[in-house]
Nanobody
């Protein structure tokens, strides 16, 4: 099982980025997936997650700005990030697991499989 995250970069406040999480070794048909972010010295935060039935949830800080989606045919999960703010600056990680209950989807300790991080920097 491998996950590869990409799509990070430097963007001005108000701009947009799309993060991409590509999976090999399993399919998202049976796995939940999530995007998490981390700032040095702080705990990893669950940003947005999607379960195997494509039900999504979001943290309050990104609701109505970020959209998570899954393309199971491509084994890929996306995070469309709009109206970016400087406080969205962080390293973003994608994760997947096949045994998480819905109430725990944004709890990073529940995930066994992680991609490498991709840096998102939003300038003011």
């Amino acid at each position: 099982v491998q996950l590869q995250a990409s799509g990070g970069g430097l963007v001005q406040a108000g701009g947009s980025l799309t993060l991409v999480c590509s999976a090999t070794g399993f399919t998202f048909d049976f796995f939940a997936a999530g995007w998490f972010r981390q700032i040095p010295g702080r705990e990893r935060e669950g940003v947005s997650c999607i379960d195997a039935s494509n039900k999504a949830n979001y943290s309050d800080s990104v609701k109505n700005r970020f959209t998570i989606s899954s393309d199971n045919a491509k084994n890929t999960v996306y995070l469309q990030m709009n109206s970016l703010k400087p406080e969205d600056t962080a390293v973003y990680y994608c994760a997947a697991d096949n045994s998480i209950i819905s109430s725990q989807l944004r709890n990073y300790v529940q995930y066994d499989y992680w991609g490498q991080g991709t840096q998102v920097t939003v300038s003011s």
